[in-house]
Structure formats: structure tokens, C-alpha cells
């Protein structure tokens, strides 16, 4: 059985940061591209940053130079450092697993910045 538990939201002012923690099981962890993705209340889910099997990183452009994905194959756990926090950052925040036509998601942690 697979499963995403995401951990590490919470409410935080601006400015701040906060860490995400993503761990993994049922699956080859290091197979797999990690992702964050976000959802706003009322506004579609988006992308955040991924990580490929050979840690190549991908961001969104509203993140670039505040967040940092980084992932752990030993402990299967993909984080995600996200600093200089904004109101606008609030949402909820999702971990995803893909490996060609495998696609996992976590349930998403509540991540609220007060201005």
C-alpha cells in the first residue's frame, strides 16, 4: 500500500519559513520524481517544484530563490524549505510521487501566512 503522509504546515507571518517533510512507503522511493503542489481555496491545484530520480530540481517561477526541494533516499522523504513566506503562499500543499504511469499523492498539510 502506498502512502504519502506529509507533515510540517502550519501558521506562520511573513517572512517566515517553514519545512515540509513528505515520507514514503510501497514504493522504490529513488525510482520515483517527487513533487510539491499547492492548492488555493477556490484556485486549481499548481505546481510547485519536482525532483527527479537524479535530483534534478524544477520550480514554479513564483518560488524561485525562497524554496528548496530536497530529497533523502535513504530515509524516503522528499522536503520542501520554503523561506521569505508570503501571504499568497497560502494553501494547501501536496506531496506527489511519479513514475511513468504511477502517480501518487499525499493529503496535503495546511500552510497559512499572516501578513
Do not use: H
Not at 504546515?9 to 515540509?20: F, I, K, M, N, P
Not at 501571504?87 to 504511477?102: G, I, Q, R, S
Request: proline share 2%; aromatic share 12%; with cysteine.
Amino acid at each position: 500500500q502506498v502512502q504519502l503522509v506529509e507533515s510540517g504546515g502550519g501558521l506562520v507571518q511573513a517572512g517566515g519559513s517553514l519545512r515540509l517533510s513528505c515520507a514514503a512507503s510501497g514504493i522504490i522511493f529513488s525510482m520515483y520524481t517527487m513533487g510539491w503542489y499547492r492548492q488555493a481555496p477556490g484556485k486549481q491545484r499548481e505546481l510547485v517544484a519536482t525532483m527527479t530520480s537524479d535530483s534534478s530540481a524544477n520550480y514554479a517561477d513564483f518560488v524561485k530563490g525562497r524554496f528548496t526541494i530536497l530529497r533523502d533516499n535513504a530515509k524516503n522523504t522528499v522536503y520542501l524549505q520554503m523561506n521569505s513566506l508570503k501571504p499568497e503562499d497560502t494553501a494547501v500543499y501536496y506531496c506527489n510521487a511519479v513514475l511513468k504511469w504511477l502517480n501518487y499523492w499525499g493529503q496535503g498539510t495546511q500552510v497559512t501566512v499572516s501578513s
